[in-house]
């Protein structure tokens, strides 16, 4: 029994050192095969192969060690492929890889930044052209690609398109809620606060209400002025001046109304569904 206790050690340690053995051996003889397997996907331009055969190179040379040539080849033409098939994800992070592995001559360092960086701007130029045609949600999945996740809250330029699409959306529904109780000063400034282009078109209809209804306003006052009104109101040409002096220094065309008709010794009266400029 004792002399089985002592030889029980020795076979497992052998067959341990065996088994190690028999690892290196087998890795030893794939890290040789490996080049040329490399060198055929690279001539036979299959992208995929040759970066799964180039990170296996890199995983069993020295840690260390930079990234191989051949990796960098990979990477490099598999970003090109995948960005003329329209695969932007995936040529954005291949380029990224390439160009933060520092791999290759510093010219190649330079063009492979620069195609990296002319990639990211073509997005960024496409997100903005959908963007203005109505397309929100598109132009948003553009840019994710192109913008990091540790980029801080409000800094991405998805934030600002994604707050400019609210906030008009916001404006169109107020503007149409002021429409329908004829506030027509109030409709004119929330109105001119739109500044996207497609809910400017969206919103052509109510603006011809709009500006319908204020001419209407303006030659009604015309008509006060020659007496067919009271004629306490304010003279029309001298609340206008007063209203288009305001809006001049930057004043909203509601805030500019009430501020002139108060210039003009008025105050403004809401007469059912109008705002009207009376004599104080």
Request: proline share 4%; charged share 25%.
């Amino acid at each position: 029994m004792a002399l089985r206790r002592h030889r029980l050690p020795r076979y497992w340690l052998g067959l341990t050192l065996g088994s190690v053995t028999l690892l290196c051996a087998t890795a030893y003889w794939w890290e040789r095969q490996l080049p040329g397997r490399l060198a055929t996907a690279i001539n036979d331009a299959d992208y995929v192969a040759c970066l799964h055969y180039s990170r296996q190179l890199a995983a069993l040379r020295w840690l260390g060690q930079k990234a191989p040539e051949e990796q960098a080849l990979c990477r490099r033409r598999g970003a090109q492929e995948a960005w003329k098939d329209q695969r932007t994800a995936e040529a954005l992070q291949l380029q990224e890889k390439l160009v933060n592995s520092g791999v290759g001559t510093p010219l190649e360092r330079r063009r492979d930044l620069a195609q990296l960086q002319s990639w990211r701007n073509q997005l960024r130029n496409q997100a903005l052209e959908t963007f203005r045609s109505g397309n929100i949600a598109k132009a948003l999945e553009l840019l994710k690609p192109v913008e990091s996740s540790l980029s801080p809250a409000g800094s991405r330029l998805s934030d600002s398109l994604n707050e400019t699409w609210k906030r008009n959306q916001l404006d169109h529904q107020r503007l149409a809620e002021l429409v329908k109780t004829k506030r027509w000063w109030e409709a004119l400034a929330v109105m001119n606060r739109l500044d996207h282009p497609w809910w400017q078109q969206r919103s052509l209809g109510l603006r011809r209400t709009v500006e319908t209804a204020i001419d209407a306003l303006k030659d009604q006052q015309e008509h006060q002025n020659h007496g067919d009104l009271p004629s306490h109101s304010v003279p029309n040409a001298q609340l206008n001046q007063a209203v288009q002096q305001r809006i001049a220094q930057g004043m909203e065309p509601w805030k500019a109304f009430e501020t002139g008709c108060q210039d003009v010794g008025g105050h403004v009266v809401e007469e059912g569904p109008e705002s009207l400029c009376k004599r104080r």
